[in-house]
């Protein structure tokens, strides 16, 4: 007793545990009762028995387990958290309970498995059950079985999963115990009973005996639908619905059968997949090809046996597709065909919509092959195609069915008609959308008129069972030619066609077929049905619509509603008596009679006559055609009387416009208007007629006749004047069936007419056609020569952005308008775009791409690859438009999307994007075999790959809509793939593409359970794309569908899941409210109902206003409209959402005042009743809160916005506040804590939009409690300034300055010093623009109030804003440095005292500061002593500070940023400036300051505008400390170099001039070099596109500009280190920028422009010598290769290239250590590849032929035999002659010295005696020609070649000039004839004057290409006379003075510039001077001029004077 005594005093939990099974029996007795006690089911008393549930029921003390069974399942049942322990008990129920002998313990287990179930857990059960099937007690199974029996009995087939449970149960049937076989017969019954004959097929295998047991039980199971008996705790409701049924009677069995019918469970699911692939035989590919048709056969049967499986497993069917494909197209033997056929059916069968991929290739093979007549193949075809179009949609194979409609053979045509037929069966009228149907029955109307009778019945078929399927109504338009016996016989067949069971209710009408689908596929429905709904707001979404619903019906209301009804007008045509009769019967006598009279007068009154007569008639009684022709008689079109003819023209236009007007009368009349359109009389009444023609016969009928009559003649003015006409029509009428086939040609004609009228028409009508056709247009006129090209280009820029013009003519509209839905439905499919793509004129390209190509593409090798993918790229470009049918070209592609060479996968994808353009719509067929192998490119492990395939994939959805690519699992596949690439880029692009969907197909449900495993996966990238996917899976599926989703997750997982989906159910976007079409006519339509209502509404115009700068207007502009709108005019609001109910629900006040109601939440804040408003972001037990507390504040449908998830909602909710908060102001006053509250939950938002609109809201509500004199309490405002100021950090600079502003406005309604600290808090934000900002606002309120602000002492805060002096970020640097100057122009010298102790150079740049501030204008003080008096009151306290020196790049482009802001939302300026005036009003001390301040501080801002020396000058002292930048800082400076603002790029060179500048600092560059230079020759080439070409700039603005980039240039390549830095492709691009530099002509133009070449010269130099040799080499080869690619570019800029070459071609021998020759060689090979020798001969000049020979020579010459050596980064040499030249020039080079001496001596013919004189001569010469050739000795060498040959006039120098290049040679001649000039005292020669003359061919010689020296003294020199030159600019000085005082200096060695822009332009004296001392610093050992060494030291003197001035 002692034990027991002992156990009984435990708590109930430990009971449970204790090993004496009484104690365990009494703790589950007592734990029964308590859990039947419980009432809260979320008590945390349920915790604690969490983890001992598995023991209650695996209790080993069979008594005590009963118990605890009953206990467990008490617990299940009340615990909320029962869930979590599922797997875990039922797997003890399994194991433990069921084997059990006692019948309770079985029976109270299965009640534990079934209560789970109803918790919401049926498949872990499940999965339970299923397991326990595998135990060896045949007790576990037996009762496995029963309970999932009696699961699948009470909760139905829509909980129980069947398909594991159908898998599993064959093998039950095998079983050896009795009890496990009779269980499982009775499972299958109940299984037969919810699922009945899908359940045969997996049974088909058992044993026949118990299969016919099986039978026998099936057939006794009642046929009426089972039903669910019990319910899932989430089907409360349906479980009160069904409770109520069977209370009543259960005889409403309607609405649940419709509810079964869509559950039918498809049999398909329920089987295994089989995989046939590794089955196949393995010489199957063989056989299939032998000759013998025997061995075909095998294959075939093989094939066969295998497709017989239902279903197939998913894989690579391509090959077998393509083997069966062959056999039905080519197989001579139809037995073979038959088979073939079927194995196709079978595989189509199998693999159901995976097999849609290779639908494309096979439909049209099987279409071709009908012509076969035996009825067993025909037979087998139309199963195999009948089965392949269950894989894929009639949209995908359309193309190939259309294509065969109208063969000649009648047997295909009936086949195809009759597949279509059958086919149009599966559709309904969502998937039959008319886009599809119209160009089928345009082919039907045509065979319907077919010879063969077979051909004729079967189209009758196909029109019948569309007419059947979708209704009489939308057929009917296309039937409008046909006449009544044969449109009977379509009715006819219509009656007789039975649509397939699942579509039921096909005789009934259209009416009732549209019924029903909505009722079967709600996604296409749903959605537009829940706007149309209650509040009628279907009419406004269609343009038709408000007219016939409003009272007054306006006359187009009229016309639109006839329109629909007229058909064309067919009439035969009819004699001229005929028509004299019937003209004469309505016209008068005398009219007839004087027609044709010879008296101009008479004819005039009878057309006066005439025109009365018509005016009169009626249109039914009005014979057109006789009327026309009357007209046209003698003289008719040839009348010379412009009266007249005036007068017919215009009855013309009245016959057409009240008559009924036929083509046949068109054409009586269509070539004489044509003939006078051009004239200048009558052109105008020309035009009317043919408008009127345009309108009464279709504007494309009458386009194409009058463009084609106009061609026909030579009239230019006629020509042009039809185009102009045409232009205009299109804009009248829209572009709806306009056939651009038939009238391209001409305008192509006329863009080629010599007549520039003409052209001028075409290029305008062009224009048109492109605000309809898009792009597309531009591929027509590619052809065109490149000046029309530009022009047309011009056009179509012009047109771009525009939107076409509503179309104002023309019954197309109105038709469209009457279709209403169904017009929104083809609008769905994109049938809009589909329309005009399908005019263009596509080519089919099947036959170019042959099966070589094919071949070509799958080869080897990589080259022959590329080869075959160049060749498709060709295809395609030269084919512009394509057909849908590419042949075999789709496979090889997809081949090659996982080539392992990147290269050839990022040219498929080129390709496939080419391909995207040029099919367009029809690319649809491809997505599954094309489309989602790009997908899986997406996961490529480079960047630049996937961001191709991106691009790729983007251009497809274009052309496809994206429906098609969410059918099917494919894209489930892909996300399945644990890629991380993959997954967080396809998850990106469907965050992206999902919320511009309005509906998905269901198989988007198949992606959630991956999106779910990439929510927990490893990648963080793929976590966020998830994440951010999340709300856009949601807004289409539902948050209860994603959340049952989360179902089978493990637990941990589901909790983390189900998190992220609440938050997600957050930030669901809405879904697009319209299609595109319902969207472009609401403007329109709503535009005149919104004017006149709001002229009587009082509001109106503030809420227009405010909702102006929305980003949408077109639907939003209407919408604030709504509410004011209602008290004008009542009756019309199309573009109000809501209905009259919630208009009602919406009058009277918003704001409710409560009283004390903002004291009493105060009180509950303080006593923590509630929670205090403090949070880092906000947690929704905070929202909900601000929701509980503003019920009672605010009107219940402004709350609903308020709190809504759609943030349209929150901007018109504000929308609604602004307009209330005036009258309001008291309520809104009560409420101001709630207010300010939600709006600091907006200030979490990423909504720009949202954030603007309430920063404006916030605006005026200061206004308004200032003007109230109203102060904020502690409480308001501690819960709302210090969210308030996290925005002030914000990025875009509009919001900064709003929320400045407010705080600003702030300092009126509540004090400054309490303000203060949390400014100070905001200072130590992370966000450096909100730490400066924050010290900005500090400054300014020391600033306005003084320094008793300062809180919570002026020393403690002055301590912590001294901290940030020393920040990293520049601009909190310079915010904290303003804050202090504040301070001391406050407080004086106290301040030092107050910031403490300060780093030496913090205290020197705060010195600096105060110093500089001290030299500002002496109007501070004035305005420090007026301050604290004003600002009090002032609302623009913020922006009083007038901005320092060191401040003004910043606030300049924050300006800028500005006013490019205001510029784009122009609405909002007039509000803005509204703002400050009305604070103005109520404030006039402030306002009369403002001018002066705003004048000041234009000013400061304007002064580095104008002079940006000065700016480089401030910039220097502060900029010490540029080594503690981070590289952070760099990268922002460095991106501003390539800034468009010439101003913002000047300073950020300056700063990065500085750092150059300072050996010590420029380290800090390292790193960055590339980048820099890039943003450099991004800078260079915007000033050669841009600001060169803008006459609005300042010239010497871009000089200044082109000064620093050069100046920085410089100074980075005079530093080797990081010169070397800069890549190949950046020096290559550079060089690029500066060659094009000193090419531009408009250089010269600028004041100093020669000087700037000169610059550019000497930095090309510098480039060439510091630049790692291998690259700067490498860049200029591939440059000089594009230079001449490019045939269009300048010659000189090649020249230019080959100059720079050979300069590095002399220097080789000193570098040559130093090159890649690798590299080197395989550029010069890529080069070779590209020119071969014989096209380089070709080229005009052979400079570059023999640079390349130099450059090889040059490389052997040095490295001998090696050279060959460095080939080994040419993968196939023998693509060039690089190698072969090589090895010619190695051998070659040996004997080469002593082929020289033989030439020469067969020249020179000397004496065998005097060969050593002949040898001493040969020294000479050798020696001088050295000097010619070094750069020092040039000079001395020519004089002394001048003299020796004026010694020996008959020296032969012919053996030393053989061997050098022209340039040296030419260079030699030019040089001796100066000296010659010179001797004769013919005057001086300058360089300047003479060498232009030789221009083109003044190539300097190898030994010297570019005239500037590359010695370090003399570069020394050019840069300190840069420098000096820089200086004495910056002091002020001229620059020309000292350099007048210069000789002029001569040289005759030509310079890069002289060879350049040098050419054509006569130098000033300063140029001059300039030049020849930059000639003297490359010439320092020249004999004819003066040493340079004084001027090196004159010069260093004049900088160390210039040095000590400055300091």
């Known amino acids: ?403 065969v409609m109208d063969n000649k053979n009648p047997s295909i045509k009936q086949q195809a008609s009759l597949f279509l037929a059958r086919s149009f069966r599966h559709c309904t009228p969502s998937t039959l959308p008319k886009s599809v149907l119209k160009p089928f029955c345009a082919a039907f109307l045509k065979q319907v008129n077919d010879s063969a009778p077979e051909v004729r019945d079967a189209a009758f078929e196909a029109l019948g069972t569309a007419m059947k399927v979708i209704g009489e109504k939308a057929v ?57 709904g209650p509040p009628k707001k279907a009419p406004p979404a269609k343009a038709a619509g408000p007219p016939k619903k409003g009272k007054p019906a306006s006359a187009p209301s009229g016309k639109s509603k006839k329109a629909p009804d007229t058909k064309e007008i067919i009439e035969t045509e009819l004699s001229p008596e005929v028509c004299e009769e019937r003209a004469a019967a309505v016209l008068p006598a005398s009219c007839m009679q004087l027609l044709d009279s010879a008296n101009w007068k008479e004819r005039l009154a009878s057309m006066e006559e005439f025109q009365r007569a018509v005016e009169q008639m009626d249109k039914s009684e009005m014979p057109c055609q006789a009327l026309v022709k009357m007209l046209a008689k003698k003289p008719g079109w040839k009348e010379t009387n412009f009266q007249v003819m005036q007068m017919k023209l215009h009855i013309v236009g009245l016959i057409a416009q009240k008559g009924s007007f036929s083509k046949t009368s068109a054409l009586v009349v269509l070539d004489g208007l044509v003939d006078k359109i051009g004239d200048v009389k009558c052109g105008g009444k020309a035009k009317e007629g043919l408008t009127a023609i345009g309108e009464a016969c279709s504007l494309p009928w009458t386009a194409e006749q009058v463009v084609s009559l106009a061609f026909a003649q030579k009239n230019p003015k006629n020509q042009a004047e039809t185009l102009n006409w045409l232009a205009n029509a299109m804009k009248e009428f829209g572009f709806a069936g306009i056939n651009v086939k038939a009238f391209i040609n001409n305008v192509k004609t006329a863009l080629g007419a010599t007549n520039p009228a003409v052209r001028t028409s075409a290029i305008t009508l062009l224009g048109v056609m492109f605000l309809y056709m898009g792009a597309p247009l531009r591929m027509f006129f590619e052809d065109e020569k490149p000046a029309l090209l530009t022009q047309i280009n011009a056009e179509f820029e012009k047109m771009q952005g525009q939107s076409p013009p509503a179309p104002t003519r023309g019954a197309k509209k109105a038709g469209a308008e009457e279709d209403g839905e169904d017009a929104d439905e083809e609008e769905v499919d994109g049938g809009g775009a589909a329309d005009i793509m399908d005019l263009l004129p596509r080519t089919d390209i099947s036959d170019k791409i042959t099966s070589d190509m094919v071949s070509k593409i ?133 965050a992206e593409k999902l919320p511009t969907m309005r509906t998905v197909p269901a198989d988007l449900m198949l992606c959630v359970p991956h999106l779910y495993a990439c929510l927990e996966d490893r990648s963080g990238d793929v976590r966020k794309k998830a994440q951010d996917a999340l709300p856009t899976f949601m807004m289409h599926l539902g948050y209860e569908k994603m959340c049952k989703a989360t179902g089978k997750l493990k637990p941990a997982s589901k909790d983390q899941v189900v998190g992220m989906l609440e938050k997600a159910r957050a930030l669901m976007p809405a879904k697009p409210a319209a299609p595109a079409k319902a969207a472009a006519t609401k403007p329109a339509s709503s535009a005149p109902a919104s004017k006149p209502a709001s002229a009587p509404a009082r509001n109106q115009t503030p809420s227009e206003d405010f909702s102006d700068p929305e980003p949408k207007p077109d639907t939003k502009k209407a919408k604030p409209a709504g509410p004011a709108a209602k008290k004008g005019v009542v009756g019309k609001k199309p573009p109000v959402k809501a209905g009259a109910k919630e208009e009602e629900d919406k009058s009277g006040p918003i704001f409710i005042l409560v009283p004390n109601g903002k004291e009493q939440r105060m009180k509950e804040e303080r006593a923590l009743k509630i929670l205090k408003w403090n949070f880092i972001t906000p947690r929704d037990e905070y929202v909900e809160q601000l929701k509980t507390q503003m019920s009672t504040s605010l009107a219940k449908w402004l709350q609903d916005e308020l709190f809504h998830f759609d943030f349209q909602r929150h901007v018109k909710a504000i929308g609604a506040m602004i307009e209330h908060m005036e009258p309001e102001c008291e309520a809104v006053i009560g409420c101001l804590d709630l207010v300010l509250k939600w709006f600091t939950l907006r200030f979490f938002d990423t909504n720009t939009s949202v954030l603007m609109k309430a920063l404006e809201f916030l605006k005026l509500l200061f206004t308004m409690l200032s003007r109230k004199n109203y102060q904020l309490s502690d409480y308001e405002a501690s819960s709302f300034i210090p969210y308030l100021i996290l925005k002030v950090g914000e990025s875009k600079d509009v919001v900064r300055k709003d929320v400045r502003g407010i705080l600003g406005m702030f300092c009126q309604v509540y004090p400054a010093s309490k303000i203060f600290p949390f400014l100070m808090d905001g200072t130590k934000s992370k966000n450096s623009k909100q730490r400066s900002e924050c010290l900005e606002e500090l400054g300014c309120l020391i600033e306005n109030f003084g320094m008793n602000v300062c809180q919570p002492t002026p020393a403690k805060a002055l301590k912590e804003i001294a901290v940030h002096i020393g920040d990293r970020d520049t601009t909190v640097r310079n915010a904290a440095l303003n804050t202090v100057l504040a301070a001391y122009n406050t407080c004086g010298d106290q301040v030092f005292k107050l910031i403490g102790n300060l780093s030496e150079k913090e205290m020197s740049m705060l010195e600096e500061r105060i110093k500089r501030s001290a030299k500002k204008t002496p109007a501070a003080p004035a305005k420090q002593e007026r301050a604290p008096k004003e600002n009090p009151t002032n609302p623009n306290a913020t922006f009083l500070r007038k901005p320092t020196q060191e401040e003004v790049p910043n606030k300049l482009s924050q300006a800028r940023a500005q006013n490019a802001h205001m510029e784009q939302s122009a609405p909002s300026i007039p509000k803005e400036f509204q703002l400050d005036l009305d604070v103005f009003e109520n404030n006039h001390t402030c306002a009369s300051d403002i001018p002066d301040l705003v004048q000041h501080k234009l000013d400061e801002v304007l002064e580095p505008v104008m002079i940006p020396e000065r700016k480089m000058r401030s910039v220097s002292p502060h900029f010490d400390d540029i080594h503690n930048s981070t590289a952070s800082t760099i990268n922002f400076v460095i991106s501003q170099v390539a800034s468009g603002d010439i101003n913002t790029s000047i300073q950020a060179l300056a700063q990065i001039d500085e750092v150059l500048r300072q050996a010590d600092k420029a380290e800090a560059m390292s790193g960055h070099i590339d980048q820099f230079l890039i943003a450099t020759f991004m800078q260079l080439r915007l000033i050669y596109n841009t600001h060169m070409a803008d006459d609005r700039l300042d010239k010497k603005d871009i000089f200044k500009l082109y000064s620093c980039i050069l100046g920085n240039m410089l100074s980075l390549f005079s530093m080797e280190s990081l010169a070397r830095e800069a890549s190949m492709g950046v020096l290559k691009d550079l060089m690029h920028g500066l060659i094009t530099l000193m090419l531009d002509s408009r250089v010269e133009d600028i004041e100093d422009g020669q000087q700037l070449i000169r610059s550019v010269n000497l930095l090309m130099v510098r480039v060439l010598e510091k630049s790692d040799q291998t690259n700067i080499l490498s860049a200029l080869l591939v440059l000089l290769q594009d230079s001449l690619t490019n045939t269009a570019g300048s010659s000189m800029f090649s020249e230019l290239v080959m100059k720079c070459l050979w300069r590095m071609i002399r220097f080789l021998p000193q570098t040559i250590n130093s090159i890649n020759l690798d590299r080197i060689l395989l550029d010069v090979h890529n080069f070779m590849k590209v020119f071969p020798k014989e096209k380089l001969k070709q080229l005009k000049s052979d400079v570059p032929h023999r640079t390349l020979k130099t450059l090889l020579h040059t490389l052997c010459r040095l490295t001998g035999a090696k050279i060959l050596d460095h080939l080994s980064m040419i993968e196939n040499r023998n693509e060039s002659e690089l190698e072969a030249h090589l090895r010619r020039v190695v051998k070659h080079s040996a004997n080469l010295s002593g082929n020289k001496s033989d030439k020469s001596t067969e020249k020179g013919a000397l004496r065998s005696d005097d060969k050593v004189i002949k040898a001493k001569v040969s020294d000479i010469l050798s020696e001088i020609f050295k000097k010619i050739g070094s750069k020092e000795n040039t000079k001395e060498g020519l004089t002394e070649l001048y003299e020796y040959k004026q010694k020996y006039s008959a020296a032969d120098l012919e053996p030393f000039l053989m061997n050098t290049s022209q340039f040296f040679q030419s260079y030699v001649e030019r040089g001796l004839r100066m000296i ?132």
Not at 88 to 114: M, T, Y
Not at 503 to 530: H, I, L, R
Request: charged residues 30%; glycine residues 6%; hydrophobic residues 35%.
């Open 858 to 990: 799958g080869d080897k090798n990589w080259k022959i690859r590329k080869e075959g993918l160049d060749e498709v790229a060709a295809v395609i470009s030269e084919a512009k438009f394509i057909q849908a049918s590419i042949g075999e070209l789709p496979i090889a592609l997809k081949g090659r999307l996982n080539d392992s060479n990147k290269l050839l996968v990022q040219q498929t994808l080129n390709i496939l994007q080419q391909i995207a353009t040029a099919m367009g719509p029809s690319l649809k067929q491809h997505i599954r075999n094309l489309g989602i192998p790009v997908i899986t490119v997406l996961g490529d492990s480079k960047a630049n790959v996937r961001a191709t395939a991106m691009a790729t994939l983007n251009a497809w959805v274009e052309q496809t809509g994206m429906k098609e690519w969410l059918e099917g699992e494919d894209l489930s596949e892909e996300l399945k793939k644990e890629n991380p690439f993959l997954r967080q880029e396809l998850l990106g692009w469907l």
């Open 1 to 403: 007793m002692g034990d027991d005594s002992e156990w009984m005093k435990l708590p109930i939990d430990q009971k449970c545990e204790h090993k004496i099974w009484k104690a365990r029996l009494n703790g589950y007795e007592e734990a029964l009762k308590l859990f039947q006690r419980i009432d809260d089911e979320k008590s945390p008393e349920w915790g604690k028995y969490l983890g001992l549930i598995k023991k209650f029921v695996t209790d080993s003390n069979a008594v005590a387990q009963l118990k605890g069974l009953e206990a467990a399942l008490a617990f299940i049942e009340n615990a909320h958290v029962a869930g979590k322990t599922t797997g875990e008990v039922v797997s003890g129920v399994v194991s433990k309970v069921f084997n059990q002998p006692k019948a309770r313990a079985k029976e109270l287990g299965s009640d534990i498995c079934l209560m789970y179930i109803e918790i919401e857990k049926a498949e872990v059960v499940q999965d339970e059950l299923i397991k326990g099937l595998d135990n060896k007690n045949p007790k576990i199974v037996v009762a496995c079985i029963e309970t999932l029996r009696k699961a699948l009995c009470e909760f139905g087939s829509k909980i129980i999963t069947l398909k594991p449970v159908v898998k599993i149960l064959p093998k039950q049937f095998e079983s050896r115990e009795k009890a496990v076989r009779d269980e499982a017969k009775l499972l299958a019954v109940e299984i037969y009973r919810w699922i009945r004959d899908a359940l045969r097929p997996p049974l088909q295998n058992i044993n026949s005996v118990q299969l016919k047991d099986l039978e026998e039980e099936w057939v006794k199971v009642p046929t009426t639908a089972p039903k669910q008996t019990r319910f899932l705790r989430s089907q409360q409701d349906l479980k009160a619905k069904f409770e109520q049924h069977q209370a009543a009677g259960g005889d409403e069995a309607d609405g649940d059968v419709e509810e079964e019918t869509e559950v039918q469970v498809d049999p398909y699911e329920l089987l295994e997949a089989v995989d046939i692939l590794s089955k196949l035989p393995k010489d199957f590919y063989e056989k299939i090809e032998a000759k013998k048709w025997q061995e075909r056969k095998e294959a075939l049967e093989a094939v066969e046996a295998l497709t017989k499986n239902p279903k197939l497993e998913s894989g690579d069917y391509g090959d077998l597709v393509r083997a069966l494909k062959k056999v039905i197209g080519k197989d001579a033997n139809v037995m073979l065909v038959t088979m073939a056929a079927k194995c196709l059916a079978g595989l189509a069968a199998g693999l159901r919509k995976k097999f849609g991929t290779y639908a494309g290739h096979v439909v049209p093979t099987i279409l071709e092959k009908f012509k076969e007549k035996k009825p067993q193949v025909v037979q087998a075809l139309q199963e195999a195609i009948d089965a392949v179009f269950l894989t894929t949609t009639l949209q995908n194979i359309s193309e190939d069915v259309l294509g």
């Open 476 to 532: 009917n338009p296309f039937l409008a030619d046909v006449d009544k016996l044969k449109l009977d016989k379509i009715k006819e067949c219509a009656d007789k066609v039975e649509l397939l069971g699942g579509k039921k209710g096909g005789g009934s009408g259209a009416g009732e077929k549209k019924e029903k689908p909505a009722a079967k596929a709600p996604p296409p429905v749903e959605a537009p049905a829940k706007p149309s």
């Open 1876 to 2007: 010659e000039s010179e001797r004769e005292g013919k005057g001086r020669i300058q360089t300047s004057t003479v060498i232009p003359q030789h221009t083109t061919d003044s190539y300097v010689p190898s030994s010297s290409s570019v005239s500037l020296s590359s010695n370090g003294d003399d570069l020394n020199a050019a840069a300190y006379y840069e420098r000096l030159k820089i200086l004495r600019q910056r002091r002020g000085l001229e620059n020309s003075g000292p350099e007048e005082e210069r000789p002029p200096l001569s040289s005759l060695r030509p310079s890069v510039a002289s060879s350049t822009d040098m050419l054509h332009s006569k130098l000033s004296q300063l140029k001059e001077s300039r030049e020849h001392f930059q000639q003297e610093q490359s010439h320092s050992h020249s004999p004819t001029r003066s040493s340079p060494a004084s001027n090196l030291d004159d010069l260093k003197k004049r900088l160390e004077r210039i040095k000590s001035n400055r300091q």
